[in-house]
């Protein structure tokens, strides 16, 4: 009874853990993935386009029902903001994403994509 115990405590303490690692493995999944779809001749706009695709309508239904009351009022600076959220965070970063992953492995793209919290520290550091 006591190991049990000692045991789930355990695997609660060691989620975070395996979460991460869990994560880790779809994104190497999804490098080799799209690398075999790129090397099939796809369209690498319209991979992007299929990304967004469902990431839109995946999100869009949790949007609606668990943040309906929690939304600021569109002004024109709310629009211009999340024009140019979707334009340098999500298209711009995409199309370079997917056209190295054109150019080079899914090993350095994979190598490449876990650098990316370093370099964004070093441009804060040195735009402060």
């Not at 853990?17 to 490098?31: D, R």
């Not at 992953?101 to 550091?125: D, E, G, K, Y």
Request: aromatic fraction near 14%; glycine fraction near 6%.
């Amino acid at each position: 009874m006591e190991s049990g115990r000692r045991m789930c405590n355990g695997l609660h303490a060691a989620k975070p853990a395996i979460l991460m690692a869990l994560v880790q493995s779809v994104y190497a999944g999804v490098n080799v993935l799209y690398k075999l779809a790129v090397n099939d001749g796809m369209n690498l706009m319209i991979l992007i386009a299929f990304r967004f695709l469902f990431a839109s309508l995946f999100m869009l239904p949790l949007a609606f029902f668990l943040e309906r009351n929690k939304r600021p009022k569109m002004t024109w600076s709310v629009l211009f903001y999340g024009f140019l959220c979707g334009l340098f965070g999500g298209t711009l970063s995409q199309n370079l994403y997917v056209q190295s992953l054109a150019m080079t492995s899914a090993t350095f793209v994979s190598a490449m994509q876990n650098l990316s919290p370093a370099i964004t520290f070093l441009l804060a550091l040195s735009f402060r």
